[in-house]
């Protein structure tokens, strides 16, 4: 399937991984990528860092490559 062809994503991606990590909780942001089939991981990645650098949510680095995602606590 070409990109012209593919359907519409469901809503914007920021909304999307919001609903995502209420739903799964904290998880790693391969888990966390290969649970949103239809984005690309760059996309994926450029929205969870808007979503972190606003406060939506945290990320915790788990070793060298991998960070934890999870929902910023609310104050």
């Known amino acids: 399937m070409t990109h012209a ?19 799964s909780g ?18 994926v990645f450029l929205a969870v860092d808007q979503l972190s650098r606003v406060g939506v949510l945290q990320l915790k680095r788990q070793g060298r490559f991998n960070y934890l995602i999870s929902a910023a606590p609310k104050n």
């Open 26 to 43: 904290a998880c790693t942001f391969e888990e966390f990528a290969r649970a949103l089939p239809d984005y690309s991981w760059s996309q």
């Open 5 to 23: 062809n593919r359907p519409k994503k469901p809503g914007p991606i920021e909304s999307v991984i919001s609903h995502e990590l209420q739903r």
